[in-house]
């Protein structure tokens, strides 16, 4: 599987920004992911199926995944930004069918994006 993010960018805190990750085929399990330099990558959010999601303490209330039209799109709506939300985000999708509180970590994604970079200022 092959996966695009776009929609990456600077934005102010308390601003939004919405992702997207164009994937070369359907995967039932997919996660959003982020990384900032010093620390260990992190699962944002995770769906399986249409609408079945798990998220990060840290971004509850703030985050929304979803699928695009397209069921090989996945989406990343991001409210309410901070400058801790800085990080390179990136797509993943699992081979295997799992519930998102699994699909949420990282060992048990398969294919990844390149990542697209957010920078949120204080």
């Known amino acids: 599987v092959q996966l695009v993010e776009s929609g990456g960018g600077s934005v102010q805190a308390g601003g939004s920004l919405t992702l997207s990750c164009q994937a070369s085929?359907?995967?039932?399990?997919m996660a959003w992911f982020r990384h900032a330099p010093g620390q260990e990558r992190e699962g944002v959010a995770s769906?399986?199926?249409?609408?079945?999601?798990a998220y990060a303490d840290s971004v509850k209330g703030r985050f929304t995944i979803s699928r695009g039209n397209a069921k090989n799109t996945l989406t990343l709506q991001m409210n309410s930004l901070k400058p801790e939300d800085t990080a390179m985000y990136y797509c993943?999708?699992?081979?295997?069918?799992?519930?998102?509180?699994?699909?949420?970590?990282?060992?048990?994604?398969?294919?990844w994006g390149q990542g697209t970079q957010v920078t949120v200022s204080s």
């Open positions: 769906i399986s199926g249409d609408t079945s999601s």
């Open positions: 993943a999708a699992a081979e295997n069918s799992m519930t998102p509180e699994f699909g949420i970590r990282a060992d048990y994604n398969n294919y």
């Open positions: 085929r359907y995967s039932y399990s």
